[in-house]
């Protein structure tokens, strides 16, 4: 109970600050000796809290960005049913394989993204165009196929989509990781409500997730928005390459 609990709290800070903290509790929640698909969704479930308070954590970044969050939030509602659905009906393999890659190019995408967003910016000079304000229909699509992701499994899905909307987003790495906050409270809200009546939860894990989780998120808000961009997206990349390495052991 103590080292679930523990694993709350850490998940709840490296979302807030990244992404990637299912990467903490699943392996923990498993090695309680819990099956695979009920682990998932009890963590689906548990951090939930850790999301919100991130959030909350992060509201001054949030302040402007309603039309935004609400019209990516479309994607992700929609990303996480479908991501739900999918766990109940395929194995709990199906994923192994594409996972790892999908994070490889998260992360180079973030490693990238000043110099993509440069050259975006001077070809937009040159045509005389502007950026979309909420990213137009290719961040709206790419968010929505990652949160089918996100409803499956989790995993590291806040490091793609950070990656995503630098890329394709005018705004400091700090507004955009409050949304990515706010995103993943949606994706995890909507996929333990399909969870809820059909699969079964571990309730004890469930309520020792939440309470560290939320506690994690607001430890994670008050670290994360200290940090400079180089420093937010060197991080991101550590977690990520640690993420992949223990995704493909």
Request: net charge positive; aromatic share 4%; charged share 10%.
């Amino acid at each position: 109970m103590l080292a679930v609990l523990a694993a709350g709290v850490g998940a709840g800070a490296v979302n807030t600050v990244v992404g990637s903290g299912t990467l903490i509790t699943f392996p923990v929640l498993l090695a309680t000796g819990l099956p695979p698909v009920t682990a998932t969704v009890s963590n689906a479930l548990g951090l939930i809290p850790g999301s919100i308070s991130g959030a909350i954590g992060y509201r001054r970044e949030l302040e402007g960005q309603r039309r935004r969050i609400l019209t990516l939030s479309v994607g992700a509602v929609l990303g996480a049913f479908t991501g739900a659905g999918l766990l109940l009906a395929l194995p709990a393999s199906a994923f192994e394989t594409i996972v790892p890659v999908l994070v490889a190019l998260a992360l180079v995408l973030v490693v990238l993204q000043p110099v993509i967003s440069t050259r975006l910016r001077r070809r937009r000079a040159r045509n005389g165009t502007s950026t979309h304000p909420d990213g137009g229909p290719l961040l709206l699509v790419g968010l929505t196929l990652a949160s089918v992701y996100g409803g499956y499994f989790a995993a590291a899905q806040g490091i793609i989509y950070m990656s995503l909307m630098g890329v394709l987003l005018e705004d400091t790495m700090q507004r955009l990781n409050a949304v990515k906050n706010v995103l993943a409270a949606v994706v995890n809200s909507v996929a333990a409500t399909v969870f809820l009546f059909v699969a079964d939860f571990d309730w004890t894990a469930v309520a020792l997730l939440m309470a560290g989780s939320a506690v994690g998120g607001q430890l994670g808000a008050r670290v994360g928005r200290r940090l400079s961009p180089p420093v937010l997206r060197g991080l991101i990349v550590v977690v990520g390459t640690v993420g992949i390495l223990q995704l493909l052991r």
